[in-house]
Structures are given as structure tokens and as C-alpha cells.
């Protein structure tokens, strides 16, 4: 077992520090979101102390996706910053148990029943003599990204005929779904008339939240996305790449317009932000903050109506989407490398 396998596995090292928790604290959930898992008990002194579990994103000169790694902060700064391997470390020492890596990382692959080549050396395959071995419990599941209402086209339905999930979103996109009804509204030149076809024509969704009907009264409960609009972009396929590359606002998709020159962002709002007096920022408010900074970091105007939770999201074909690898639900295979055929420069 190698550690770039087992930290592939695991979600870059949070599924590990999960196993460790559980261990001690059994009914605990770590609840996940974008790069950031929350506050959390301390597994290695289990006495109470939290540690604050994240993803840190590490950038490489001429890598244009940057590398994940799960690390750890005890609150009280009682250990070290670290990666999950340190946190395994300190977990065992504390119980008497000096582990090498290889001994640390076979350990935790055979507590976690993750198998690389049929390696493992503390579940060694069985003997015709022996018995057939129990199968290995189920592995816990990540929490299921936040979903967002789906509406069938015309734009007057205002109904939702369902729940989707961002991957499910990615998969329309990159379907040839609506390729014809797409590649048609952008040879219509009058903007009138290409309104009214897209209003006709294209599926939509609320990134905000799921609603009984489209308008913030009904809205069932909130995302936590929101979907940023960029009209008349010069290089959509370039902001989409560097959108996906931001540092500082967690991507979750990211596609052109259906016009084909403008971009849809949709952002995990960060829920660690309040206004000076502690009170939670309000929709609107966060939408200020993301069209602020889309204007000084890549010099872009956001649509104002994005600051309407209610606000629809027309679904176009873009087979360039992109999708956040964080968002991936099941065993679906997503090459997120492929949509980076031009150049973020």
C-alpha cells in the first residue's frame, strides 16, 4: 500500500481523520462542505479539546489544477498543523503504538478495508482450506452535496419537477441534451428574439436553493451555492479555467452561457464570513462581496439579478464544463483535467 493510494481513497486525508474520530466518538458526523469539514472532536487526547479539519490547495508552476491536501489545526494549539498521516501518527503514539509509515499507512488501509492490488498485509488473501471471509462492511459515505431545484422548460413553468445535485447539473451540461437547441439560439443574432427562444427552448435551475415554485417565498431550503452571470466575455473558455482555478471562492461549476459569450459561475458561499456586529451576511450581501471581487481579480461585471436567490440558471450544452472534483456522488468517471484545452494566461 502506497500513500499516494491511500490518500487518493480518502479524500485526501479526510476520510482518514474521520476513521480516527469515529473511533472515539462513534455517532459524530463530520459535516463537509467545499474545502472545509468544520470544527471537530480531537481523536489522539479525546478529552474534549476541537481541532478545525480543511483541504489546502497547493499550486504548482505549469500545473494548472492544484494539489489537495486534508490538514488539521488543534484549536488550542496543543499539537502541530498536519496532514492526516500526522494525525494517525499521534493517535497511535498516544496509545503506546511507534508506528513507521508503512506500518501507519497498512494499519489505517486495513481499518478502512482499502485494498491497492490485492495488497494488504493484515488481511491476507485466504487459503483454499480456509473459510470464506465475511465481507467487509460498507465504508461510511461523505455527506451528499447540497441540491438545487430542476425546472423543465418553458421559462413560465415555474414548478420544479425535481432535485439535482451538481453532478447531476455536469452530466446535462456535458450531455448532447439541448447541443441542437444550443448551437441554434447562437446563430440568432436579434437579442429579442434569442431571449425568447432561450425562454422557450432551455431547461433551468435555482442554484440558491430547492423551492415549491420559483420565487424567494417558497423557497424550501437554502443551497448554499449562488450563480454569478458574465455577459459579453471575450474569452469565456479562459475565465471558465480560471474560475475553476480560484483560491479564494470554492468553484463548484462553472459553464458558458447559453449565448456562448458569457460565463456562469456558481460559488459555495463561505459560511465562516459575518458582518462586525456577528450577524449572519444576508444573499444579497454575498452577492456584493463575489461581484466586487470578480471586477478587481479578473475585471468582469457580474449581472446584478444574480442577488436574487430565486434566480434562474439556464442549462445550455458546454461540453467544457467544469466540475468541482469535491461534488463527484458516486463511482462516475470525470476526467476534470479535459475542459483545460486552452490557456488561463
Known sequence: MTKEYLLQ????????MNHLIRKEYPDHIMHIKGDECG????????????????????YTPGVKLPARTAKFHFMGETLPDGDALALATAYYHERGEDLTEQQLIDRLAAEMYIHEQDYNPYHPAPSIEEPEQPKAPEQPKMPPAPKMSFFRRPIRNTRPCREASPQDIFKY????YVKKETEYLRTIKDGKARSKYKAEHL???TPGGIFRSRKESDLVKASGYMVIDFDDIPDPDGLVIKLAQDDNFETVLAFKSPSGDGVKWVVALPLNIAKPDGTPLTY???FTILSNYSRKTYGVEADPSGKDICRACFLPYDPHAFLNPLYLEDNYTYDFTRFLHGSAQ
Open 9 to 16: 481513497k480518502t479524500l485526501y486525508g479526510v476520510q482518514i
Open 39 to 58: 470544527d471537530n472532536p480531537d481523536p489522539v487526547f479525546a478529552a474534549g479539546e476541537v481541532i478545525h479539519i480543511y483541504v489546502e490547495k497547493t
Open 203 to 205: 431547461d433551468y435551475i
Open 284 to 286: 444579497g450581501e454575498y
Open 173 to 176: 451540461l456535458t450531455s448532447d
